[in-house]
């Protein structure tokens, strides 16, 4: 897929398993360090979780080598082979390849550009020693409008981390991996809502709000795509489980049976109500009679 990417070390070839991949392989670093590229790009389309179907016959295929280059990978602990369930998988994935962790790293990276976006580089004319001097230059005011904007921006970015810190360890990674994997709106920040924390310690919600997820696309009472803060809201999960907004909003509610404004249905005169009824209506007829002939 076009736009794909993972981090990548630069000392990589340095590492301590690498070089001892080196030493067990026989193979040299160029190679190496392509194979295991090759290996982590290839997982990152088609795992979530660090976790794939791959043995090291079909590594070999796919990223190079052969199955002993795949197994001295496995004896440095970069990969763990399940021969029974066919699969293999990457240690500590989430922390580095996962789509969280590759969220925190673009977020590392914005934080950057702007704490130095007002660095200016000059270099003084005057001398030749080839020093340069920094300097802070003010920014016109439509900038430094922007920038509080952004300062009160990461501030609030700031409390959301505080309250991912008092997440479970994989709470806020699962909820987010499968909030992105449903129809609601992406949420792309690496810091989860405020209220995450607080229904994530909810016993048994984790398993209502993955449920929850996979019914959004039948509540059509919607406009827009709901979002991750929206949904982490009190009882919100609970109601889209109940249906609450399955019916379009402007639909009118079906009408219950036993409501104060239905009415039973017509019934007709019998016995001695409906004889009298008969002779007052002759009654009135033969009085309208004699009025008119007079």
Known sequence: ??????????????????????????????????????????????????????????????????????????????????????????????????????????????????????????????????????????????????????????????????????????GWAALQAAWNAGTGERWRSPAPPAQAADRLAEDGWMDRATEAIGHLHKCRFFKTPVTLGQFCGSGFVDRVLGGQYDRPRDEPQARTPGRFDDKPPAQGWTGDDAARLEATRRKMVEQLRQEVTQ
């Open 1 to 170: 897929m076009a736009g794909e990417w993972i981090p990548l070390d630069i000392n990589l070839g340095d590492k301590p398993e690498v070089q001892e991949l080196i030493d067990l392989t026989g193979q040299g670093v160029e190679t190496v360090v392509y194979r295991l590229f090759q290996l982590w790009g290839w997982a990152s389309l088609n795992t979530a979780d660090g976790t794939v179907r791959a043995t090291p016959g079909r590594l070999s295929r796919v990223c190079g080598g052969d199955e002993e280059f795949w197994r001295a990978v496995e004896a440095v602990g970069w990969i763990v082979f399940d021969q029974a369930a066919g699969t293999a998988e990457i240690p500590g994935w989430g922390k580095r390849f996962s789509m969280a962790a590759k969220a925190r790293a673009c977020s590392a990276d914005r934080q950057s550009r702007h704490r130095n976006a007002g660095v200016t580089v000059h270099r003084d004319k005057s001398v030749t020693t080839g020093e340069e001097r920094r300097e802070q230059v003010p920014p016109p005011p439509r900038e430094a409008a922007q920038k509080s904007r952004r300062g009160a921006a990461q501030k609030l970015a700031g409390v959301s981390a505080h309250h991912a810190n008092e997440l479970p360890a994989d």
